[in-house]
């Protein structure tokens, strides 16, 4: 995906086993994170971040969806232990995370870390990829929904 691109059309299932299409997106701003596995050291710390500045998001308007390529039911637990105000994304195919163009590192053995900020008209103002520097994902996104530029 490319700055200026509309969010791809597509449905998945939520951590509490319902549909949920991308349509839904639409009217608010979106930050769409994509990472790796759930329970891993990475993941958990970054959708730790991501609750822990949830406030902030919630006061830019803005929703927060996490996906990766975890089962419903192990999304259901990890949002469940790690108490997460925002809803998680089963793309077990791997379909979305390439519709958006989100790339594996390590030669493609782990699945990419990649953030995605949308506007109210559903269109990429500002995407952030990387694998170690989890609370830059957080910040970006809080930076970019509040008007200003990244670093």
């Keep these: ?8 059309d597509f449905t998945l299932l939520t951590d509490e086993g319902k549909t949920f299409n ?9 930050v ?3 990472y790796p596995k759930d329970e891993t050291k990475g993941c958990t710390a970054q959708a730790c971040a991501f609750r822990d500045s949830f406030e902030d998001f919630t006061e ?11 089962d419903v039911q192990s999304h259901a637990n990890f949002k469940k232990h790690h108490r997460l105000p925002f809803t998680l994304l089963a793309d077990t195919e791997k379909k979305v995370r390439n519709k958006f163009g989100v790339k594996g590192n ?3 053995l782990i699945p990419g ?3 995605f900020i949308f506007n109210e008209e559903s269109v990429l103002v500002h995407k952030f990829e990387s694998q170690v ?17 990244p670093k």
């Design 106 to 108: 390590l030669l493609g």
């Design 1 to 8: 995906m490319n700055i200026g691109d509309k969010i791809p």
């Design 22 to 30: 991308s349509s839904e997106l639409l009217g608010k701003p979106a």
């Design 60 to 70: 830019a308007g803005a929703r927060v969806v996490g996906i990766s390529s975890d």
């Design 113 to 115: 870390r990649e953030t």
């Design 133 to 149: 520097n989890i609370d830059k994902h957080i910040s970006e996104s809080l930076k970019i929904l509040k008007g200003g530029k």
């Design 32 to 34: 769409v994170y994509f």
